[in-house]
């Protein structure tokens, strides 16, 4: 090998431990899908949150005697390339931009007894002479695209599921549409992630086909994208108001750099909030990606971007559960999913429940509407990637457990199914489709 081609990942090497370093802590990781082992396992990783592990779990202390007989689990899809651009996102990228042939997007049909089609996957290609280059990276991936250290992770993901659940208490003998229903949104991730996740779960379904369920994406309650007029002018109402423009203002000369090196001044959907340089910046530290760089050698500073994360975090705190009439906004925009979550619940008790296992992925904003609804204590953080919910229902007198992130949640620990109905039931309002629409 040449020297000039070992100092040049040497120095790659020493540039991603400096930013490493400068962007993760005790309160989080954003610089990859493997927590520092001087961290406690279950620290935050946007990256790659931590979920249920054999390692780490353990049984309830009261349940004794008591057997698993249902399983419903919801989780946000892993690592994705951004799904927001700057005004000149070609030139803020590395020359290779972002890459994603190791990863085929396979997109086929087949008939019922009628054999296959070609195996057709899709390679984005943008070509060098044009027009609007510039507004677009290089290399080979799509806005929003999982990536293969995404498929990976969702992989990883499996088989630590299938740790605690087929080997450890023989839940489940293995995987099989018979005991596992699956549902997604129509967002290619969210099925390529179930697909990774039951193929850790049992490498055995290489190669087959599992069917998933998804709503119509105008009117899916997973993501959720039913149309709510009146939620959305809740929201508008407690973002207009001074608890939320302080933080804005607050943070102006942070804002006035940010727009300085990536171009965003002037532009209200990165002036509103910070949702939109929180995920380019998680996208890239995730991806191994540097900070962006514009054409003139500036970059954002580690230091800049670790107060973007936590503003991202009072976003997501306030919107979904701080704010006055946070509670109620939640319930309309999410209601519908708590309504079929709560039916679900309620065909359990009755004995109608045909299957073992339920499986949802969906979004960071599936996830933090659940937390919020749920009652998790203490602030909500921006869902990392990977986050995941657990509802176990044991059948010593029908008891639920909720385990968030490979730990029970506090106050959900061991709770009555009948209380975990009337729970998910408090999060859904009457006459909801008026409500949101009248």
Sequence with gaps: MHISACLGGLLSLASASVRASSIDSANGVYSGSQTPSTFPWNTYN?????????????????????????????????????DNLYPTENQLNPPSGWVCTDFLESTYGSLLGNGQTARIYHETFVPPTHPFLSQFWNGSCDLGQLTAGGLQDSVAHGKDFASVYIDKLKFLQNINAKDIWVRTTTEDRTYQVAGGMLYGMDNSVDNQPFKVHNEPASIDSL????????????????????????????????????????????????????????????????????????????????????????????????????????????????????????????????????????????????????????????????????????????????????????????????????????????????????????
């Design 46 to 82: 946007y990256c790659n949150a931590p979920h249920v592990n054999a390692a780490h779990y353990s049984v309830p202390p009261n349940s004794s005697g008591a057997e698993l007989v249902y399983m419903n689990v919801m989780v946000r899809h892993h690592k994705r390339t951004p």
């Design 223 to 438: 993501v959720p994208s039913y149309p709510c007029p009146n939620a959305d002018n809740i929201r508008n109402q407690y973002q207009s108001v001074p608890a939320w423009f302080d933080h804005l203002n607050q943070n102006a000369d942070l804002k006035a750099r940010l727009d300085a090196t990536v171009g965003t001044a002037g532009l209200s959907a990165w002036s509103v909030w910070y949702d939109h340089f929180f995920d380019t910046f998680t996208s890239r530290t995730c991806a191994g990606h540097e900070l962006p760089c514009n054409s003139t050698g500036e970059c954002v500073a580690p230091e800049d971007a670790v107060k973007v994360f936590a503003i991202g975090d009072f976003e997501y705190n306030y919107i979904w559960k701080a704010a006055q009439n946070a509670s109620t906004y939640n319930s309309l925009t999410f209601g519908v999913m708590f309504q079929e979550l709560a039916q679900i619940f309620i065909s359990l008790k009755a004995g109608n429940e045909i299957f073992k296992l339920r499986l949802y992925v969906g979004h960071d904003g599936s996830m933090v509407r659940l937390a919020s609804g749920l009652g998790i204590q203490g602030p909500l953080r921006w869902p990392a990637l990977g986050s995941e919910f657990v509802w176990k229902t044991h059948d010593k007198s029908l008891f639920v457990r909720v385990m968030h992130e490979g730990t029970p949640s506090i106050g959900l620990e061991w709770m009555s199914l009948d209380s975990f109905i009337s729970l998910l039931q408090s999060n859904v309002p009457d006459n909801i489709f008026e409500q949101c629409i009248s």
